[in-house]
């Protein structure tokens, strides 16, 4: 299998060779989504907490003497039949592991097949190389935009715009920097590339560098 690469004209170039090991890979929802499904659960942040009566500031003077009064017994305002004071078995999630694990061929396994579909259906665009002229912002809106159209039929504003994934290496920042105020284009380093962010945009772009990358990170043995 083969996808081509284009220049930032928007014209092809050349065709880098997929591997077999990538190209050959069958595409197994079931995992697919277990491994999305993990990535996003471990994201959650655990807020949830509450204090237990040890915790609660004040209450060391008992609230009222034992006898005498004709009302009930209470020995601190911290107890939890008081308002404003400990929870009994409440929420305490900062305190706990609640991540999900999953193993490394694992997650290798459904990153593979998401790059193999996404190639099968035409949404993925490999560039030559980065060689901005201005190094621009409105630059690259054209560009993207041009490279877009050769696989979108009908480009109407940018609220119709398909979401684009540009994947860089680290040596590559000031892409970053030039393509941060686009609305439809995201930006990811390729030591964070996760399925979640493949499947949270229809297009990944990268340069043929990259690509090559890519593809040693990716392949199954």
């Known amino acids: 299998m083969k996808t081509d690469i284009y220049n930032l004209q928007g014209q092809k170039v050349a065709e880098i060779d997929v591997p077999s090991e990538i190209a050959d890979i069958k595409f197994n929802p079931d995992l697919v989504h277990q491994v999305y499904r993990v990535y996003l659960f471990n994201r959650r942040k655990p807020l949830a907490f509450t204090k237990d009566r040890s915790e609660v500031r004040g209450g060391g003077k008992k609230p009222w003497p034992q006898k005498g009064t004709g009302r009930a017994r209470h020995s601190s305002i911290r107890s939890p039949l008081w308002k404003g004071g400990g929870v009994t078995f409440g929420p305490r999630h900062k305190e706990e592991n609640r991540k999900l694990k999953i193993n490394k061929k694992v997650k290798k396994k459904a990153l593979t097949m998401v790059f193999n579909q996404k190639i099968k259906d035409g949404e993925v665009i490999v560039l030559d190389k980065w060689n901005f002229k201005e190094n621009k912002t409105k630059e690259a809106d054209k560009i993207l935009k041009m490279l877009l159209s050769s696989k979108v039929k009908s480009l109407r504003g940018k609220s119709s715009l398909p979401k684009v994934l540009i994947i860089l290496d680290e040596e590559q920042k000031e892409i970053k920097k ?14 964070n590339l996760t399925i979640v962010e493949l499947l949270n945009h229809k297009f990944a772009l990268f340069d043929k560098k990259t690509g090559e990358k890519i593809i040693n990170l990716i392949s199954v043995s």
Do not use: A, D, E, Q
């Open 178 to 191: 030039i393509v941060r105020n686009l609305p439809y284009v995201s930006t990811v380093f390729l030591n």
